[in-house]
């Protein structure tokens, strides 16, 4: 469970002269439940970088429990991220061949040797996200339970943090309110800070928190409208 | 990591198999050529093995080996037959023995010579016996006649429109052992059968009163030249196939090509050679024949060599581009397992991992075809020379094999750098 603490972030794009994204301060408790919300170029996905490593930040400070994860070495964001952040995104970015149990382990697996207990807990997880046969080809399975698999894997280091771009945006309506249950619970019993980038409305509603970005800025914050 | 490097092979098996089969087919190239050469260069060498000297005429060296060792066709001059029986009673000579080339039957040579050269190839026959009348015959063992057959001599090679001779049917007595040379293609008769079908000897008691009729006959003689001119030999006459062999040479012995001989120590080989090369006679070494033209061989083989390692490196750039292609589509792929934990080490493991398995894959493919062309050639070779040309692998070959796989290391290690160019994000968005 870790503490989101953003100050003086931009993020500028070669060719452009307004910067993407500029946020003064934000922060997150630790095991807050965050929803972002905003039209697409609004920068929601340069946020979702930005916090999760995976973008190199122009200016500022991006901070997990107080590891300014701007100021590590690529290598060494990467890690900080294996560590520490979960990720969902909207395409799954599943790897085909391999089996779902494969899937969710592959990360540990490429890094180093998967302990006994890391096997339990990913085919516990793939039983709790409701697949029901983890050695099934992941080509074979439904959006849906793509999607699962996807969640499953975010959760199998454990992460103090989940962060989910999109991740009901190409699933029916029913499916992802199902997927969005799922993430929102499993955070909860696992105790992650949650940050969820989404258009669903059903979703924001299951969070405590939403923050409205346009151009790149914070426009609404529903935290600091209730402090306030 | 393996299971996923070669689940991701499988979803690009069209692409990996292109790259596995241009490699190979660069790599069967050089070890052909090496292979081939070797072979080549092994087995004249063990066909020259029991030629330790050779004496003949005056004239060429190189065509004196060829005509001995590899049995081609060729017009010799004829020395005299004194040499021979000056040899024979040598106490240099361990044996001396007479070789009387120009007649052939179904396209083998027929080789005029004596028993002792018979047990100098063939130690122990494979069947039969050695000749003990005029009209036997001892075969080679890639002669496929059985014991007993007739076989009829032709002057000339049945391809240069020579005359069969009428005078004179062998008989096989015995057939040799597997000598790896162009001897198991030929057919060995007595000498004197030879003479005297060529009319060089009198009759069959060899009581010679025609002495200078030999220094102009043809007995070893290029079957095309003589079988067109010179018909007229006089010897219509039988010849007595049951008369018996007389293997003793005085100085009445009729011309012959070349003698081998096989002296009792190495410092007599050279002073033998020494003494019989002269102006009517001419003493050489197949064996250092051979390795002047191995020298010609080795330049043509540098050549090819050089050719094949070009091919390589224009296959290795072919592939290089592709991979670097390869890993511009698949950096969404590249960037997810970044994005999911994957650690860049294991990221570029696995780019250069899947890369130079398809380099090991096409080296040892390349390896197989290459191995089994070179057989394939030379057993096509021994088909028609009846040398054994043994294609093996030599030390040498380590070394070139080393150089090849650090060179696929390096070359593999470039687009597993290129991979991790980009930042995660940029490459989610390829």
């Given at each position: 469970?870790?503490?989101?603490?953003?100050?003086d972030?931009?993020?500028?794009?070669?060719?452009?002269?307004?910067?993407?994204?500029?946020?003064?301060?934000?922060?997150?408790?630790?095991?807050?439940?965050?929803?972002?919300?905003?039209?697409?170029?609004?920068?929601?996905?340069?946020?979702?970088?930005?916090?999760?490593?995976?973008?190199?930040?122009?200016?500022?400070?991006?901070?997990?429990?107080?590891?300014?994860?701007?100021?590590?070495?690529?290598?060494?964001?990467?890690?900080?991220?294996a560590?520490?952040i979960?990720?969902?995104?909207?395409?799954?970015?599943?790897?085909?061949?391999?089996?779902?149990?494969?899937?969710?382990?592959?990360?540990?697996?490429?890094?180093?040797?998967?302990?006994?207990?890391e096997?339990?807990?990913?085919?516990?997880?793939?039983?709790?996200?409701?697949?029901?046969?983890?050695?099934?080809?992941?080509?074979?399975?439904?959006?849906?339970?793509?999607?699962?698999?996807?969640?499953?894997?975010?959760?199998?280091s454990?992460?103090?943090?989940?962060?989910?771009?999109?991740?009901?945006?190409?699933?029916?309506?029913?499916?992802?309110?199902?997927?969005?249950?799922?993430?929102?619970?499993?955070?909860?019993?696992?105790?992650?800070?949650?940050?969820?980038?989404?258009?669903d409305?059903?979703?924001?509603?299951?969070?405590?928190?939403?923050?409205?970005?346009?151009?790149?800025?914070?426009?609404?914050?529903?935290?600091?409208?209730?402090?306030? | 990591?393996?299971?996923?490097?070669?689940?991701?092979?499988?979803?690009?098996?069209?692409?990996?198999?292109?790259?596995?089969?241009?490699?190979?087919?660069?790599?069967?190239?050089?070890?052909?050529?090496?292979?081939?050469?070797?072979?080549?260069?092994?087995?004249?060498?063990?066909?020259?093995?029991?030629?330790?000297?050779?004496?003949?005429?005056?004239?060429?060296?190189?065509?004196?080996?060829?005509?001995?060792?590899?049995?081609?066709?060729?017009?010799?001059?004829?020395?005299s037959?004194?040499?021979?029986?000056?040899?024979?009673?040598?106490?240099?000579?361990?044996f001396?023995?007479?070789?009387?080339?120009?007649d052939?039957?179904?396209?083998?040579?027929?080789?005029?010579?004596?028993?002792?050269?018979?047990?100098?190839?063939?130690?122990?026959?494979?069947?039969?016996?050695?000749?003990?009348?005029?009209?036997?015959?001892?075969?080679?063992?890639?002669?496929?006649?059985?014991?007993?057959?007739?076989?009829?001599?032709?002057?000339?090679?049945?391809?240069?429109?020579?005359?069969?001779?009428?005078?004179?049917?062998?008989?096989?007595?015995?057939?040799?052992?597997?000598?790896?040379?162009a001897?198991?293609?030929?057919?060995?008769?007595?000498?004197?059968?030879?003479?005297?079908?060529?009319?060089?000897?009198?009759?069959?008691?060899?009581?010679?009163?025609?002495?200078?009729?030999?220094?102009?006959?043809?007995?070893?003689?290029?079957?095309?030249?003589?079988?067109?001119?010179?018909?007229?030999?006089?010897?219509?006459?039988?010849?007595?196939?049951?008369?018996?062999?007389?293997?003793?040479?005085?100085?009445?012995?009729?011309?012959?090509?070349?003698?081998?001989?096989?002296?009792?120590?190495?410092?007599?080989?050279?002073?033998?050679?020494?003494?019989?090369?002269?102006?009517?006679?001419?003493?050489?070494?197949?064996?250092?024949?051979l390795t002047?033209?191995?020298?010609?061989?080795?330049?043509?083989?540098?050549?090819?060599?050089?050719?094949?390692?070009?091919?390589?490196?224009?296959?290795?750039?072919?592939?290089?581009?592709?991979?670097?292609?390869?890993?511009?589509?698949?950096?969404?792929?590249?960037?997810?397992?970044?994005?999911?934990?994957?650690?860049?080490?294991?990221?570029?493991?696995?780019?250069?991992?899947e890369?130079?398995?398809?380099?090991?894959?096409?080296?040892?493919?390349?390896?197989?075809?290459?191995?089994?062309?070179?057989?394939?050639?030379?057993?096509?070779?021994?088909?028609?020379t009846?040398?054994?040309?043994?294609?093996?692998?030599?030390?040498?070959?380590?070394?070139?094999?080393?150089?090849?796989?650090?060179?696929?290391?390096?070359?593999?290690?470039?687009?597993?750098?290129?991979?991790?160019?980009?930042?995660?994000?940029?490459?989610?968005?390829?």
């Open positions: 469970m870790l503490a989101l603490d953003i100050a972030l931009v993020m500028c794009f070669p060719g452009l002269d307004a910067p993407v994204l500029a946020i003064d301060r934000l922060h997150l408790p630790a095991g807050a439940r965050l929803a972002v919300t905003g039209a697409s170029g609004s920068g929601k996905s340069t946020l979702v970088n930005a916090i999760t490593g995976l973008e190199t930040a122009t200016r500022g400070s991006v901070s997990w429990g107080g590891t300014d994860i701007t100021r590590l070495s690529a290598g060494r964001r990467d890690a900080f991220r560590a520490h979960g990720l969902v995104m909207q395409d799954f970015h599943l790897f085909p061949g391999l089996s779902a149990f494969e899937n969710v382990v592959l990360p540990v697996r490429l890094s180093r040797r998967l302990k006994p207990a096997r339990e807990r990913a085919l516990q997880l793939l039983e709790t996200v409701g697949i029901a046969r983890p050695h099934q080809s992941v080509e074979t399975l439904s959006r849906g339970e793509m999607q699962r698999v996807a969640v499953a894997r975010a959760l199998l454990k992460p103090g943090v989940i962060v989910a771009d999109e991740p009901t945006a190409s699933l029916d309506r029913r499916t992802g309110d199902e997927v969005a249950e799922l993430i929102v619970r499993l955070a909860r019993e696992g105790g992650a800070t949650l940050v969820v980038v989404t258009h409305p059903a979703l924001t509603e299951r969070l405590d928190r939403r923050i409205g970005l346009d151009g790149g800025r914070i426009v609404e914050d529903s935290g600091e409208a209730r402090a306030a | 990591m393996i299971r996923f490097i070669l689940a991701d092979l499988r979803r690009f098996k069209g692409g990996a198999l292109a790259v596995v089969v241009l490699i190979a087919l660069s790599v069967a190239l050089s070890v052909t050529v090496t292979l081939q050469e070797r072979a080549v260069r092994l087995g004249s060498a063990r066909a020259a093995e029991k030629f330790d000297l050779l004496v003949g005429a005056a004239g060429s060296e190189t065509q004196l080996a060829l005509s001995a060792v590899f049995l081609q066709p060729s017009p010799l001059p004829l020395m037959g004194a040499v021979l029986a000056k040899l024979s009673q040598d106490p240099r000579v361990d001396a023995a007479p070789v009387g080339f120009g052939s039957a179904y396209g083998h040579p027929v080789v005029g010579t004596t028993t002792t050269l018979v047990s100098a190839l063939s130690p122990r026959l494979a069947e039969g016996a050695l000749f003990a009348r005029l009209g036997d015959a001892v075969i080679g063992a890639d002669v496929p006649s059985p014991l007993g057959a007739e076989i009829k001599p032709m002057h000339g090679g049945i391809d240069q429109g020579g005359h069969v001779h009428t005078e004179i049917v062998y008989r096989v007595s015995g057939r040799m052992a597997v000598t790896g040379t001897w198991d293609r030929a057919i060995l008769v007595p000498i004197r059968a030879v003479w005297q079908l060529h009319g060089m000897e009198g009759d069959a008691d060899h009581d010679h009163t025609d002495h200078d009729h030999a220094d102009h006959d043809h007995a070893g003689e290029a079957p095309d030249g003589a079988a067109a001119g010179d018909h007229d030999h006089g010897h219509e006459a039988h010849i007595d196939a049951d008369a018996a062999l007389d293997e003793h040479f005085d100085a009445d012995t009729p011309g012959i090509p070349a003698v081998l001989v096989k002296p009792k120590t190495v410092a007599d080989a050279y002073r033998l050679r020494q003494e019989y090369r002269g102006e009517t006679t001419l003493a050489v070494f197949p064996a250092e024949v002047r033209l191995y020298a010609t061989l080795g330049d043509a083989r540098s050549l090819l060599l050089a050719i094949a390692i070009g091919t390589q490196v224009i296959v290795v750039a072919a592939i290089l581009l592709v991979t670097i292609m390869h890993v511009g589509a698949r950096q969404r792929q590249i960037g997810a397992l970044r994005a999911f934990g994957a650690s860049r080490g294991s990221i570029v493991a696995i780019v250069w991992g890369l130079f398995l398809l380099f090991l894959a096409g080296f040892a493919l390349g390896l197989l075809l290459g191995y089994a062309a070179a057989r394939f050639i030379s057993a096509s070779l021994a088909a028609t009846a040398v054994r040309m043994p294609v093996e692998f030599a030390r040498e070959d380590a070394s070139l094999a080393v150089w090849f796989v650090a060179l696929a290391v390096l070359v593999s290690i470039v687009p597993a750098l290129s991979a991790l160019r980009l930042s995660p994000a940029r490459a989610l968005r390829a």
